[in-house]
């Protein structure tokens, strides 16, 4: 953490650092907008069930927020405090702080997945799939993990940050944090904009590979995001009984994605 880009909080002019902090910051509300669009005209076209869908989201919007809200109060409150131990070059500090907002944000997802959980109808349609369940994230994991040794041959990037960049596995947003403070900013940034490429595609691949393979291997683009941003197109493009896989992959690719990275860097960096 001693290098000449951690410490340029602390050296560059205010209006650089303002314009390169700005930028990102509104893009990503932007990309976020469009995916509240996107989300709603799917659902919207889900054949039968469009306009009870939406009541749905409209229903279930409110406690989103309530748990987004949350989700800012670790992460976002944990952020300026980090920042203040960076500029005065307390680095352990900075960790200290950053490792208890992950730690919060940890038993969030904990806690959110328990009244998830508590449905008795996931349980019994998870249940009837047994291990197989199990199959479908696994692959998907050993995949993405693969697809990274292929590109540090192609690329020549440093295996270890190409490997922990496709095993961000569409979590764009956690896998450029995790990078950036595994390998540096460059590689944050390489893995922010690989994984939301990645995301992006599978709104236009899945329908195609849903159409022409199967159902099953339609999941395999969205990765992490499964169970959320990638859902509702799944939901259009295969059908009721592919939703849970679809969800139940999402939750455990997500709870992967953070342990597998610093796994990943800790043993091959």
Not at 96 to 104: C, H, P, R, T, Y
């Amino acid at each position: 953490m001693n290098s000449k880009q951690d410490e340029r909080m602390g050296t560059l002019p205010v209006g650089k650092l303002i314009i390169s902090m700005s930028v990102p910051a509104v893009a990503a509300q932007l990309i976020n907008l469009l995916y509240n669009i996107i989300d709603r005209v799917y659902i919207g076209h889900i054949e039968g069930y469009g306009s009870l869908a939406l009541t749905g989201v409209g229903v279930t919007f409110p406690i989103i927020m309530l748990i987004s809200a949350f989700s800012a109060f670790a992460g976002m409150g944990g952020a300026p405090l980090a920042s203040i131990k960076l500029g005065g070059k307390d680095y352990k500090g900075a960790e200290e702080i950053l490792g208890n907002s992950a730690g919060m944000l940890y038993l969030l997802m904990f806690l959110v997945g328990i009244s998830v959980g508590l449905g008795k109808d996931v349980f019994r349609k998870v249940g009837s799939y047994r291990l197989r369940v199990l199959l479908l994230p696994a692959a998907i994991t050993g995949a993405s993990v693969a697809a990274g040794f292929l590109c540090a041959f192609l690329t020549g990037r440093p295996l270890a940050e190409s490997v922990c960049i496709t095993s961000g596995m569409g979590w764009y947003s956690l896998a450029g944090i995790l990078l950036t403070g595994l390998a540096g900013p460059e590689a944050g940034a390489v893995a922010f904009l690989a994984n939301l490429l990645r995301e992006m595609l599978s709104f236009l691949v899945i329908p195609w590979i849903a159409a022409h393979l199967n159902h099953y291997t339609a999941i395999a683009p969205a990765g992490a995001t499964s169970e959320d941003t990638t859902l509702a197109v799944l939901i259009r493009c295969t059908g009721e009984e592919i939703v849970v896989l679809a969800v139940v992959n999402g939750v455990l690719c997500s709870a992967a994605v953070p342990f597998l990275i610093r796994f990943l860097y800790a043993l091959l960096g």
